[in-house]
């Protein structure tokens, strides 16, 4: 009777222990599944069923499933993409990152600009852009930036002065040149956290001149003393190539607007670095050279695509 009443609390005593190693996978439905866990992606859950732990492996997605209980005590609850992790009385929230979403949007940027290379004296002008921007998603968390944007570019000179064969001297003060160039851009972006709120982006630009002058004051001075000044402004567009490429750079983050996390605010510092000589080369020497480097800084909105 002993021996009996022994093996009684040893089955009862094992049938616990089966019990307690067992996970199970708690549905929308309310469902509970005795299993054994096999594996869990960002998509779905793999598993066998506890009573037949050499049979197939079953699946179930994850947005059919409410949490999970591991053998070990541990939980874990999918709620709206978040995954919340309980061990030993603990929580931790391990958002999942977003995808990408196709989006369109609008900018204005202010920033400077240099014009260096053969050229002598440049100093850095204010420089301003208008445009509009397409992230194609490339999936997970990266996409494919297309730009277009209407650029007023240009820079300062030193004042320059000189004495011509008459014995007149020649000074040129307030000298700039002024340039419009229609851009546009293809850079990979790739986002750096969860949100996709921050974003690192580079690739390439390429841009059309559709305005170029000089302006700024002469004044003459002959041998009698004599002063002569006039205001000048003088179109350049013969002077420079009608093409310009080079590498952009940029750095930004997005703010949402609405609760709905469908509009953003954009900011971002874009840096574009000129490899093309803008000189056109029938119209100057030889071998002279003058490039580009200009800077922006963006505000934009971007809003999801209709296809979204």
């Known amino acids: 009777m002993k021996r009996k009443g022994v093996l009684l609390l040893f089955t009862i005593m094992l049938a616990t222990?089966?019990?307690d190693a067992q996970d199970v996978i708690y549905t929308s439905n309310q469902e509970e599944i005795q299993c054994l866990i096999i594996d869990v992606s960002p998509a779905v859950i793999k598993y066998k069923k506890f009573q037949q732990p050499d049979g197939p492996v079953y699946s179930?997605?994850?947005d059919k499933v409410e949490k999970i209980k591991y053998q070990s005590g541990k939980i874990i609850t999918f709620d709206k993409g978040e995954v919340i992790e309980k061990t030993s009385g603990e929580k931790h929230m391990l958002k999942e990152p977003q995808k990408t979403k196709n989006t369109f949007?609008?900018?204005l940027g202010l920033g400077g600009i240099k014009i260096y290379g053969d050229i002598d004296g440049t100093e850095w002008m204010i420089s301003t852009t208008i445009g509009d921007t397409l992230n194609l998603s490339l999936g997970g968390q990266s996409a494919l930036m297309l730009g277009a944007d209407i650029?007023?570019?240009?820079?300062?000179?030193?004042?320059?002065a000189f004495v011509d064969t008459s014995n007149t001297l020649i000074e040129i003060t307030g000298w700039q040149q002024n340039m419009g160039y229609i851009g546009f851009t293809a850079m990979y972006r790739q986002y750096l956290n969860m949100g996709n709120n921050l974003f690192a982006e580079g690739g390439f630009y390429g841009s059309f001149l559709i305005s170029a002058d000089w302006e700024g004051t002469l004044t003459l001075t002959d041998s009698t003393g004599q002063v002569y000044e006039e205001n000048f402004r003088d179109d350049l567009r013969d002077f420079y190539s009608g093409f310009d490429a080079g590498l952009?750079?940029?750095?930004?983050?997005?703010?949402?607007?609405?609760?709905?996390?469908?509009?953003h605010l954009s900011l971002e510092a874009r840096f574009n670095y000129g490899l093309t000589n803008i000189v056109n080369k029938d119209y100057f020497i030889d071998d002279y050279q003058e490039s580009m480097m200009f800077?922006?800084?963006?505000?934009?909105?971007?809003?999801p695509s209709s296809s979204d």
């Open 17 to 19: 222990i089966t019990v």
């Open 151 to 160: 650029m007023s570019l240009g820079s300062t000179l030193d004042d320059y």
């Open 105 to 107: 949007g609008w900018h």
């Open 60 to 62: 179930i997605a994850i």
């Open 248 to 263: 952009t750079f940029g750095l930004g983050g997005r703010i949402p607007l609405d609760k709905k996390d469908k509009w």
């Open 295 to 303: 800077g922006f800084f963006i505000v934009g909105v971007d809003l």
